[in-house]
Structure formats: structure tokens, C-alpha cells
């Protein structure tokens, strides 16, 4: 079969792998109806170092099964399934706490050893824990939607139920790529009133606003702290979503944080520490988020999407087949496209 | 009247002072009966630059109302009266939400522009939305617990609350310094079964076991994080309450914290930055805490204390006089002595 590979930074190339096929008694192989390309994927497309064999890219995916093991109990061939951003065992503590990204059992995609989901299959260990049955058609209308579970709009979910986000909390989302919108609706569906998006791509924004974004700062770094803080009061917001990784990025959620507020993190941090120093200490800042476990959340947000209250795969703005995904790189990577739908 | 002033390191003196007196409608002025050396006055003391005007100290009292201004209605003349470590209205929104110290009219004692508590008197500004009466005799045995409420046992307390310590979650209290202790005896108040001290002071952790913990790590850096997972199956304790506010006291937290948990912190950062890097973020880590708001905590804590259910004054384990304050701040300094009460 063909999947995405990537080399070095900037060279992503369509080869030949071996096709995938059952290992162990609880894994699924799943033919993939839908992958896409994460703006994390866009880290390494930066600054890969030279690998001969190249590495596997991709980890959200929507497919069908095609085959499971012996012991595969929840799943069974002809399923559409959600394939969620890391596989877990659903048995563990920490699977039944719901933070299945720290399995004792689980892993990730891609990367030399194992393979990633930008491609036309795959193997998924521990199927009963990780896939999770969708009642929809292989052509729904609904399937964009159903991919942002396995990881964007999960995250964007994961950022705001961390930082507390409810009806009686204002919000400042940082960032205006893919994550910075799911979690403007993320907000909003948590029953947020006031949601202050950081951004200055007018098209992003444009969409944050149907998202439920209230106000739109286009200001970065001390102008933006500045302009939040204008719009609050003086105070900043009870909460910050910040959906960029970047060290600038979370010294302004710093910024525009209340005092006694929280700030969440779910943009892949390119940073080595964070500067929460007496000044920070004085004011009881709490900094939380991380990965998200994105199959722990599909529960309560898949009715929302079957059922047409919330559009979160509108996030996707370009559709490639797999000979595209080079050139989806390259368009996430130029910030010509939000974020890139591949249909292998 | 006489008062302590720090005037560099090491250095601290009794000096006279002018007496405090109304210049608010809003203040009080209060004659102490305890005061008491604080962990965080240490740093000063190690590392104060020489000034010649010299720096008032202390931040924790109780005392009796002598004076109150023409606004004043909550306290009275003779009232016996805790004084919480900032002084807030009481009034605005910080204060009804429970953190005053971000109070809007708020601020916090000593230093050179404002007085402090280690001293025979003290004007306390907006004396209705900082001070509590409490029903005892200025003899009253309890004073020392009572005391406690002003800073190091509220301190202990915020820490755990923050953390979110309860029945259901283990814990590791990093540091056997008056607020480790005072961390331990909040984490049992809150319900906590499994109590970890990480402290090698055998005579402080022998206090610590008496204040509910289950089990005392002498071992200190990596060592003293394999021995906590050691105790924990590897995992590390739901929440860690750290309680010395050193860069290595702060990666020992996350080093002993279990994937999806809860640092807190109310050791006064002695640092500027936190390690929160990508493999933090992979854990989903939470970093909390802060300066605590021990005016929110008291209704609550008096009376656990008035009824003799908890006795945190027995963090206090020798007395000075005014003139014994600079022996106190040496023997604090040297670890001779655990905490230090002053009265004056």
C-alpha cells in the first residue's frame, strides 16, 4: 500500500510500504477513510533532520475495518470507526480515569517504528480500546466532523474542560489555526459567553466568530495583552486556551490571564520551560492542559456531532488525495490552508 | 514603640519606631500579642543588600483592637483579632471570590513603606474586610494555632484545597519546614489516606507522622523521586503540595507527580522559570498554587481550631521576646529552630 513519508524537513513523499495485517490477537486493521495533517505534523516539516528510511506521519484518522483478531470483541469488519490520536488498552487506571494518552498499554502513530495514519491502512493495536463505532455511511457528510474527534476538536475540547471554561467564565483563545477554532467552539458549547480569539488571519477568524468567538484581537505580544485586558476591565479573562506551542505564545497567556485564573495548554509546547516566576506566584495562576486524550471525550461530544449541533469539521478549507499530501504540507506550512482533509 | 527591622542580611534590630495610629477611617490599630518568623523571611535575611533606612518585618500577628476608625463596624475596641498576611476590603470581586490577595485595595506588610507585624503595634488598613474577631482570652492556650491561621497553616491548606486533596487522592508534601507540616495536617483535615513527607529533619518529619503522614522520604533529588514512585508503584502521588519554593524542590514535584496530576506550590519561588517542557505536557501535568489567601480560609479553619479538632500552632517550637527576634531569625536561619513566635 502507499503512505506519507516524510525524510527531512520539508520532504513529504508518497512510497510503497508493507501492507499492514494482524500481529496480535487485539489488533484491527483498518482501511482509512479520511486522514488529515496536524498542525504538529508542521513542527518536524520545519526542521526534520535527513532520515534514510524516513518516518511515518499521520495520527488522526476515520476508516473501516477491515480485519481484527482473535480477541477483538467491540469492533467487527464493515464498522466505520474513529481512529483516535493514540491507541490505548481501556482496561488500565489510567484508561479508566480518561487519560488513555498515558496507557499502560498504549502508543502512538508514526514516527520509524510504527506506522502512521496518513496512508491507506493501518494497523490498530489494542482495537477494543481504542476504536470507537460510528453509525454513519462511508460517504456521510458527516465524516470531517467525525475525523476532528481523533484529535483537533478533542483538543480544542480537552483545552477549555481543563481550564475550567463554563457558563460563568471568560475565555481568551490563543492561537487562530485548526486547535485555536475547535477550542472557540469548545468554549462556546461549554456554555461560554465571552470568548476573546487571538488571531490576525482574517478568513480564521471569520470562522472563530461563527464558532462563537465575541471579540477578535488581532494584536500580538504587549499590544494584544493590552487589548485584552482593554476589553476586560483591566482584569484579563478566568481562563486561556493557548492553541500555538510557542514560548511567546504562552508569555502572553501569562498576560492576559485574571488573577487567580488558569491557563491550558494544548499547542505542542516548543518550549523547554515557562515563566511562572513570583510575579505569577503572587497572582495563583494554575497552568494546565497537555495531550489530550482524545477517546475519552468521544462519548459526550459524538452525539453533538451525529446529531448536527456542532459543525467542528469545518476547520478542514482543502481536500487532497495522497498524492496530494506533499503539497497539503506545503499549504499548511505557508499558512495558505487551515487545515488539510485527505481522502487516500 | 519598638519594632524589628531588617537592614541587610543577617542583620536585624529592635529599633524605636513612630507608634501607629488611625489615618483611615477604615484602619484599626492593633497591639500584638503573637507574632511570629516566617519560612519566606529567610530569604531576605540571606540575601537583603544593605539599606540604611532599614526594612520592617513580619506578616503573621494576632492581636487585640486598640483604636479603630470612624467607618470601622465588624471589630471593636478590645476584640481579639487574627491578622490575615495582606489586608483586602473585603468588597470587591477578588475578595468575594475568595482570593484577597488580589484584593483591589489591598496590600501587604513591611518592607519600607508600610509597617510590619513583628512589633509591639501595627495600623491594619480596611480593618472590616481583614481582620477576625475570635472568641478567646488574650492568655487563651490556642493562641498559637490561632496564629497559625494568619499565614503558615492557611498557607498548608491552600496548598492541599489547590491541589485538589481529597479522600480519594495520595499525596507528597515536599519539605518538613512549618508550611511542609502545615501541608500534612490540611491534606488529613481534607481527607487524604496516603501522605508522603519528603523531609530529613527526623525531629520535623517525626511531627509530620503526628500530623497524619503515612510514610517520611529522607532521600532527597533523584533518589527521593525513585523512592516515592518505589512507594507508589511506580506511578507517583496524585498531588504533590511543594513546600520549599527551590529549583530542585520543584523538579522533585513533577518527578514524584503520576501522569494527570496536580502540582501545588506555595514555597515562594526562589525561581524564574518551571520545567514544563513536552514531556511534562505529555503527562498532563497541572501546575497550581500560590500565594495563599488566608483571610478566605478562616471561617472555615476557626473552628476546626476553637474546638481542638486540629493544633497547628505546634509548628511553633520556641518563644521570643521583641529583643529575642534577631536570636530567632539565626536560629531559623541555622535550622536550629522550626518556627519562631514572638511575643512582644
Known amino acids: 500500500m502507499r503512505a506519507a513519508l516524510m525524510f527531512e524537513a520539508g520532504d513529504v513523499r508518497i512510497e510503497e510500504v508493507p501492507d499492514p495485517r494482524i500481529e496480535q490477537p487485539t489488533d484491527a486493521v483498518v482501511r482509512i477513510l479520511r486522514s488529515c495533517i496536524c498542525g504538529s505534523d508542521l513542527w518536524p516539516y520545519g526542521s526534520l533532520p535527513h532520515t534514510d ?41 489510567f484508561c479508566r480515569e480518561g487519560l488513555q494518552t498515558s496507557c499502560r498499554h498504549g502508543g502512538s502513530w508514526g ?12 494497523r490498530v493495536p489494542q482495537a477494543d480500546g481504542t476504536l470507537v463505532s460510528v453509525p454513519v455511511a462511508e460517504d456521510s457528510a458527516l465524516l470531517p466532523s467525525l475525523l476532528s474527534l481523533s484529535d483537533v476538536f478533542s483538543t480544542g475540547h480537552h483545552c477549555a474542560v481543563t481550564a475550567g471554561v463554563g457558563p460563568a467564565t471568560t ?17 462556546k458549547r461549554l456554555g461560554a459567553e465571552r470568548i476573546i480569539l487571538m488571531g490576525r488571519h482574517t478568513a480564521r477568524t471569520d470562522l472563530g466568530v461563527e464558532f462563537g468567538a465575541t471579540d477578535v484581537v488581532a494584536e500580538r505580544g504587549e499590544e494584544g495583552v493590552a487589548k485584552v485586558r482593554e476589553l ?34 494544548v499547542g505542542a509546547p516548543q518550549y523547554a520551560v515557562v515563566p511562572m516566576d513570583f510575579r505569577v506566584f503572587l497572582r495563583n495562576i494554575t497552568l494546565t492542559g497537555g495531550v489530550a486524550p482524545a477517546r475519552a471525550y468521544l462519548p ?18 482543502r481536500t487532497v488525495d495522497l498524492v496530494g499530501v506533499p503539497a497539503g504540507y506545503r499549504a499548511m506550512a505557508d499558512r495558505d490552508a487551515l487545515k488539510v482533509l485527505i481522502r487516500p
Open 232 to 265: 476586560t476591565g483591566g482584569d484579563g479573562t478566568h481562563t486561556v486556551l493557548e492553541c500555538v506551542g510557542l514560548e511567546n505564545a504562552i508569555e502572553t497567556a501569562f498576560g492576559v490571564v485574571r488573577d487567580g485564573g488558569t491557563v491550558s495548554r
Open 171 to 187: 475565555v481568551t483563545v490563543i492561537g487562530d489555526g485548526a486547535v485555536g477554532l475547535s477550542a472557540v467552539l469548545a468554549a
Open 53 to 93: 528510511t524516513g518516518r511515518r506521519m499521520g495520527h488522526e484518522a476515520l476508516g473501516v475495518v477491515e480485519d481484527i483478531g482473535s480477541e477483538v470483541a467491540t469492533v467487527r469488519r464493515g464498522d466505520v470507526v474513529i481512529v483516535p490520536f493514540v491507541w490505548s488498552d481501556g482496561t488500565c487506571e
Open 300 to 317: 459526550e461530544l459524538l452525539p453533538d456531532i451525529l446529531e448536527g449541533r456542532i459543525e467542528p469539521g469545518r476547520v478542514f478549507d
Open 111 to 122: 514516527g520509524t517504528h510504527f506506522n502512521g495514519l496518513q496512508a491507506e491502512a493501518a
